[in-house]
């Protein structure tokens, strides 16, 4: 027997207790011994007295068990379980663990335990996040988007300048912005908004081409050099002469074009320019896809910071202008870290984070129509189970078992067998057909009380069991300040 320190995850040769309750015992069963058999451990499963074990308590699990759990290196319970496990561990001095919240995740709950964390949280792609028409906006509007960028990934905000109009107002943003701790570039022809910018403290001017070059290679800051027509490169090499010569530090971009318009040869411009100058800095304006490509752009992101860090481009302007590129600075942050672990380590992007996978979901589980019809027959309680699983979304509780593709007559059907269903479980059951049919349309897994998974778009819902766990103790709280 170990310590209370066991490790999550239960090494060959070692003896766990699951513990579960009687609705959950069969595929409880079945999931235990098919992890166990292939992880190489032994296991037991012990029933509680109580149908469902999401609404076990680690106190009401002190009084109920009561024979010594002898011979076990760990005891899982349920992930949903409240309160504290460690009187448990000191009581049968065998260390007390939470568990999945769902018994199908068991398999993952371990593997992913067993693999050890990845850790990413190194890049080498710089992020320029554009704020794009800034003249247009409030400095207060500006201070907000930058302030936005920055908590998604963002190195250096780009303030975008209108072409054709001079602004005045370039040096005091651009002061603003420095005081609170930005970076900043300026994208601008114009050579009065440079100026003003460079001089507040701004470190990059985007672009520079032959039209400019004489004058920006005078003002002692990094620059991009763009060619004056991106399908002849020819005269952005010509402009990195020049400045190599001046020697003005500066940063090469072979124009990204969309796609219709050249996006392929451009794609070999960037390669191209990689093979002429290993040691050469390169950007990208990835914008130029996710902003002109009607599609979502996590995956664009993804794809792109694949190609910059495979070909050691270290920097990239983005931009989220276009409603379904809203939030492609943080997919990009996340993108570059997992393309960094991805190229440094020769292992595929895949299984590392799911933090990408937002309309579908990495792994969808199901408990299956032998297991269903089983817990329907054994439920002898009011309370809805919820489930999503052979296209059609599954409603029992003690008065009966509904499924079905339609929400509404799913919920109507209900109505017919308990007319008296009051407000607060109509919301309920709403709210969970909601989620169900959302996750029955996209195939998306569906979890009762726990929110769908959008990848690092999630937003955690309360469960029903922690919200009734708070009103019991808000309510408590007020009956003792009343006496």
């Known amino acids: 027997m170990t310590t209370s320190t066991h490790n999550l995850v239960p090494q060959p040769g070692e003896k766990i207790l699951f513990i579960t309750g009687r609705l959950a015992e069969a595929i409880t069963r079945q999931v235990v011994q098919e992890v166990s058999q292939a992880m190489g451990f032994a296991a037991d499963v012990h029933v509680v007295g109580i149908s469902v074990a999401a609404l076990t308590h680690a106190d009401w699990l002190n009084r109920k068990l009561t024979d010594q759990p002898s011979g076990y290196d760990a005891v899982f319970v349920p992930g949903w379980c409240q309160g504290d496990l460690a009187p448990l561990t000191d009581r049968f001095g065998v260390p007390f663990r939470l568990g999945p919240k769902d018994i199908l995740d068991l398999a993952e709950f371990f593997g992913r335990q067993s693999r050890g964390p990845v850790s990413l949280d190194r890049y080498d792609i710089e992020i320029i996040a554009e704020i794009n028409h800034a003249p247009r906006l409030k400095q207060q509007e500006i201070l907000e988007i930058a302030n936005r960028y920055r908590r998604d ?16 107002q370039t040096g005091e943003v651009v002061s ?3 005081a609170e701790g930005f970076r900043i570039s300026i994208d601008s022809f114009d050579r009065n908004e440079v100026e003003s910018a460079i001089r507040a403290g701004a470190e990059l001017v985007l672009s520079c081409n032959s039209t400019n070059v004489d004058w ?7 620059l991009v050099v763009i060619p004056d027509d991106p399908a002849e490169t020819s005269t952005m090499w010509e402009t ?22 050249g996006f392929a040869a451009s794609l070999a411009r960037y390669y191209e320019a990689r093979r ?46 276009i409603p379904w590129s809203q939030s492609a600075v943080r997919e990009f942050d996340i993108a570059r870290k997992l393309m960094k672990h991805a190229v440094e380590n020769r292992r595929l992007p895949k299984h590392v984070t799911s933090e990408l996978v937002m309309l579908r979901d990495p792994t969808v589980s199901e408990l299956g129509a032998t297991a269903l019809t089983n817990m329907a027959n054994e439920i002898r309680d009011a309370n809805y189970r919820i489930f999503v699983e052979r296209d059609e979304i599954h409603i029992m509780n003690r008065n009966g ?22 407000v607060n479980h109509s919301f309920y059951l709403g709210y969970e057909l909601a989620k169900a049919i959302t996750a029955l349309t996209l195939g998306k897994q569906y979890r009762q009380d726990q929110a769908l998974n959008w990848g690092f778009l999630t937003v955690p819902e309360q469960s029903v069991h922690e919200r009734r766990k708070q009103q019991k103790a808000s309510a408590s709280k007020t009956r003792k300040s009343d006496v």
Request: glycine fraction near 8%; include cysteine.
């Open 240 to 261: 990195a002469e020049k400045l190599r010569l001046a020697n003005c530090p500066h940063r090469l971009d072979p124009i990204l074009e969309p796609i219709g318009f």
């Open 153 to 168: 990934g963002a190195d250096v905000i780009d303030i975008g300048c209108i072409p054709g109009e001079s602004w005045q």
């Open 176 to 178: 603003m912005l420095i």
């Open 401 to 422: 078992y509904w499924h079905g593709r339609d929400a509404f007559e799913i919920f109507d059907d209900y109505i017919a067998h308990d007319p008296n269903l009051d």
């Open 216 to 222: 920006l290679s005078q003002l002692g800051v990094e």
């Open 276 to 321: 002429q100058v290993p040691e050469q800095p390169i950007m990208m304006g990835i914008g130029n896809l996710t902003e002109m490509t009607e599609v979502d752009s996590a995956g664009l992101n993804a794809l792109f910071a694949a190609i910059c860090q495979e070909l050691e481009i270290q920097s990239v302007l983005a931009t989220e202008v």
